[in-house]
C-alpha cells in the first residue's frame, strides 16, 4: 500500500528566509506524481507544485521548488523568500492512476 | 485554470435529515470526481471516486447508503447525507478530473469544500 508520510507537524520560518517541508513517501508503482498542495484558513486546496516522477529534473513554480529524490522516495518542498501569505497548511500528495494519497499536513507560520 | 465550484459552502441540518452538495466543474469536462472528508486539523480521507454515468466506488468503511453520490453529468457531481447525525458533521471537498490541456496542466481540481453541521 501506497503512503506518504510528513514528518514535521508545524513549522515557523522568519518572513524573507527559507524554509523546507520534508515529505517521503512508499510506492511500488513506477509511474507516478507528486503534488504539493497549500490549505490556507479558507480551506481551499490549493495547488502549489506537482512533480512527474519519470521527469529527474526538480520542478519549480516561482519562490516554490522541490527536491525529488526518487530512488530515496524523498520529496521535500523549499520555499524561498517567505511571505506572511505562504501560512497555511501543507500537504503531500501521491498520485497514481486516480488514486491520490495525501499526508498528514505540515502547519507553516510565518514570523513577521 | 480549471475551477470548481462547490455548493453550499456551509449549512446547517437538523438530525435525520438529509443534505445535498454540490460540485460542478465550470471549464471542463469531469470525467472523474472525488468526494473527501476532512475533520479538524487533519488531512482529506477519501470517501469515494465517481466517474460520470457509472457508480461510484467507495473507500473501505465508507457507507454507500449514508453518502450517496451521484455523476449524472461531465459537469456536475453531487454527494447526499441520508438521515444526517451529529457525528457526520465534518468539511467535505470534491475534486475533479478531467481530460485535455486543463488536466495535464493543472492536474485535479479542488472545490472550496462544504461545512456540514448537523444538530
Known amino acids: 500500500a501506497q503512503t506518504v508520510t510528513q514528518s514535521q507537524p508545524e513549522m515557523s520560518v522568519q518572513e524573507a528566509e527559507t524554509v523546507t517541508l520534508s515529505c517521503t513517501y512508499d510506492?511500488?508503482?513506477?509511474?507516478?506524481?507528486l503534488f504539493w498542495y497549500k490549505q490556507p484558513p479558507s480551506r481551499q486546496m490549493i495547488l502549489v507544485i506537482r512533480?512527474?516522477?519519470?521527469?529527474?529534473q526538480n520542478a519549480t513554480e516561482n519562490r516554490f521548488s522541490v527536491n525529488f529524490q526518487k530512488a530515496a522516495k524523498s520529496f521535500s518542498l523549499k520555499i524561498s523568500d517567505s511571505q506572511l501569505g505562504d501560512a497555511a497548511m501543507y500537504f503531500c500528495?501521491?498520485?497514481?492512476?486516480?488514486?491520490?494519497?495525501f499526508g498528514k499536513g505540515t502547519r507553516l507560520h510565518i514570523l513577521p | 485554470g480549471a475551477v470548481v465550484s462547490q455548493h453550499p459552502s456551509w449549512v446547517i441540518c437538523k438530525s435525520g435529515t438529509s443534505v445535498k452538495i454540490e460540485c460542478r466543474s465550470l471549464?471542463?469536462?469531469?470525467?472523474?470526481m472525488f468526494w473527501y472528508r476532512q475533520f479538524p486539523k487533519q488531512s482529506l480521507m477519501l470517501m469515494a471516486t465517481?466517474?460520470?454515468?457509472?457508480?461510484?466506488?467507495?473507500e473501505q468503511g465508507v457507507e454507500k447508503d449514508k453518502f450517496l453520490i451521484n455523476h449524472a453529468s461531465l459537469t456536475l457531481s453531487t454527494l447526499t447525507v441520508t438521515s444526517a447525525h451529529p457525528e457526520d458533521s465534518s468539511f467535505y471537498i470534491c475534486?475533479?478530473?478531467?481530460?485535455?490541456?486543463?488536466?495535464?496542466?493543472?492536474?485535479?481540481?479542488f472545490g472550496s469544500g462544504t461545512r456540514l453541521t448537523v444538530v
Open positions: 475534486s475533479a478530473r478531467g481530460t485535455g490541456a486543463k488536466t495535464r496542466r493543472y492536474g485535479y481540481t
Open positions: 465517481s466517474n460520470e454515468g457509472s457508480k461510484a466506488t467507495y
Open positions: 500528495a501521491w498520485q497514481a492512476d486516480d488514486k491520490i494519497i
Open positions: 471549464d471542463f469536462q469531469a470525467t472523474t
Open positions: 512533480q512527474e516522477a519519470y521527469k529527474q
Open positions: 510506492t511500488s508503482e513506477s509511474d507516478y506524481y
